[in-house]
């Protein structure tokens, strides 16, 4: 069999070359005559799968590394009779590191989290843990997911204008759903930004197209939208560089960029593929995953609220300042930030070494974020 694949997967070379023909090459750069005779299709975001690249093509199986399937046109791909799978939920951890270090630094800069109200849109598998995150800091929390409430009832959640007056941070983890009951293209605009609470705090982390550029641009400049933080931006890589200068803190689509959520895409990449065409992979792991130099976070004694150690600590193992640094001084270099993204691993690997005066407040924390403990 042959397989064409983007080769900037992690973890991936090697894997399939036993039993498989593998061409690797950057996901923007596939074409049609790239996989004319290929049995399977590995991709990220970048590819876009559709009639256009595949009809015609050998293809049987197209497999994305991502959460996000907006690159590929589905209903096509099933009329096609073409497999395809995503990887739900392999970077959630990963998007929650990332919320943790944006709060971090609110909470360092005066924010407590008793008094304060974080909205959260969309509360799948990457929106649920922001919520466990948002409680576990001490933030009190609104939840909206239409799918959910029609599901589950309506106990729990709220409708996104209650949740838009009310919240003090509304951070956005919706997929991108252009059609449908609940359509998410440009779920920020004109309208449901004069629902939004005055001087509040916005974050998306989603997709680019959720938040509406010119509404986010008017938002901050009368003051409706005290600071913008984006992972994700509409026309990426091309982002608009007026919002770019105007962001508290804007990032290059990084925020699931950690090297357990790339390797957690590429496992189920893997057995997904290996089950479909009876491949022996379906257990298959990585042999090892790159740690940092020193995993180990000393807590200074102190008298400190819990939660604000747990902000020191948080942001010890990943300081989402230096991916803005990064950009900001370079933002034509979108693409190869992403590409060239540094070492970044989640809170589980990273051991805390208490101070004989932490307290047992701080420690419960610090184990419920995911942080290892040194005894």
């Given at each position: 069999m042959k397989i064409v694949a983007d080769d900037k997967i992690p973890n991936l070379k090697g894997v399939f070359e036993p039993y498989a023909t593998v061409v690797y090459k950057p996901g923007k750069d596939i074409v049609k005559s790239d996989v004319q005779d290929a049995d399977v299709l590995i991709v990220r975001t970048r590819t876009k799968c559709n009639e256009g690249l595949l009809k015609g093509t050998k293809v049987k199986m197209v497999a994305t590394?991502?959460?996000?399937?907006?690159?590929?046109?589905?209903?096509?791909?099933?009329?096609?009779?073409?497999?395809?799978?995503?990887?739900?939920?392999?970077?959630?951890?990963?998007?929650?590191?990332?919320?943790?270090?944006?709060?971090?630094?609110?909470?360092?800069?005066?924010?407590?989290?008793?008094?304060?109200?974080?909205?959260?849109?969309?509360?799948?598998?990457?929106?649920?843990?922001?919520?466990?995150?948002?409680?576990?800091?001490?933030?009190?929390?609104?939840?909206?997911?239409?799918?959910?409430?029609?599901?589950?009832?309506?106990?729990?959640?709220?409708?996104?204008?209650?949740?838009?007056?009310?919240?003090?941070?509304?951070?956005?983890?919706?997929?991108?759903?252009?059609?449908?009951?609940?359509?998410?293209?440009?779920?920020?605009?004109?309208?449901?930004?004069?629902?939004?609470?005055?001087?509040?705090?916005?974050?998306?982390?989603?997709?680019?197209?959720?938040?509406?550029?010119?509404?986010?641009?008017?938002?901050?400049?009368?003051?409706?939208?005290?600071?913008?933080?984006?992972?994700?931006?509409?026309?990426?890589?091309?982002?608009?560089?007026?919002?770019?200068?105007?962001?508290?803190?804007?990032?290059?689509?990084?925020?699931?960029?950690?090297?357990?959520?790339?390797?957690?895409?590429?496992?189920?990449?893997?057995?997904?593929?290996?089950?479909?065409?009876?491949?022996?992979?379906?257990?298959?792991?990585?042999?090892?995953?790159?740690?940092?130099?020193?995993?180990?976070?000393?807590?200074?004694?102190?008298?400190?609220?819990?939660?604000?150690?747990?902000?020191?600590?948080?942001?010890?193992?990943?300081?989402?300042?230096?991916?803005?640094?990064?950009?900001?001084?370079?933002?034509?270099?979108?693409?190869?930030?992403?590409?060239?993204?540094?070492?970044?691993?989640?809170?589980?690997?990273?051991?805390?070494?208490?101070?004989?005066?932490?307290?047992?407040?701080?420690?419960?924390?610090?184990?419920?974020?995911?942080?290892?403990?040194?005894?």
């Amino acid at each position: 069999m042959k397989i064409v694949a983007d080769d900037k997967i992690p973890n991936l070379k090697g894997v399939f070359e036993p039993y498989a023909t593998v061409v690797y090459k950057p996901g923007k750069d596939i074409v049609k005559s790239d996989v004319q005779d290929a049995d399977v299709l590995i991709v990220r975001t970048r590819t876009k799968c559709n009639e256009g690249l595949l009809k015609g093509t050998k293809v049987k199986m197209v497999a994305t590394a991502t959460i996000g399937t907006d690159h590929m046109d589905l209903a096509w791909l099933e009329s096609a009779g073409i497999k395809w799978c995503n990887a739900p939920g392999c970077n959630s951890g990963s998007v929650r590191q990332y919320i943790a270090s944006l709060l971090s630094h609110l909470i360092l800069g005066g924010t407590v989290p008793s008094e304060t109200i974080v909205g959260i849109v969309g509360v799948g598998m990457v929106g649920s843990k922001i919520e466990t995150l948002a409680k576990t800091l001490g933030f009190k929390v609104l939840l909206n997911d239409p799918p959910r409430q029609r599901r589950e009832g309506d106990t729990g959640f709220c409708d996104l204008p209650e949740l838009l007056r009310n919240s003090d941070i509304v951070t956005f983890h919706t997929p991108l759903n252009r059609e449908g009951p609940d359509i998410s293209f440009h779920l920020l605009n004109g309208d449901t930004l004069s629902q939004l609470k005055e001087g509040a705090i916005v974050i998306n982390s989603s997709r680019g197209e959720v938040t509406d550029t010119q509404t986010m641009l008017e938002g901050l400049e009368k003051g409706k939208i005290s600071r913008l933080a984006l992972d994700v931006w509409e026309n990426e890589p091309n982002i608009d560089p007026a919002l770019h200068q105007k962001v508290w803190i804007g990032t290059p689509h990084i925020a699931g960029y950690s090297v357990d959520g790339k390797a957690n895409g590429t496992i189920m990449t893997v057995h997904a593929i290996a089950e479909e065409f009876g491949l022996p992979l379906t257990q298959w792991q990585p042999e090892s995953l790159a740690m940092p130099p020193y995993p180990l976070i000393k807590l200074a004694g102190s008298n400190e609220e819990p939660y604000i150690t747990a902000a020191r600590a948080i942001l010890s193992s990943y300081n989402i300042l230096d991916d803005d640094a990064r950009l900001r001084a370079k933002p034509d270099e979108f693409e190869k930030q992403r590409g060239a993204y540094p070492l970044r691993r989640e809170f589980h690997v990273w051991k805390i070494a208490p101070h004989a005066n932490s307290s047992a407040a701080e420690i419960a924390m610090l184990k419920n974020l995911g942080f290892q403990i040194k005894l």
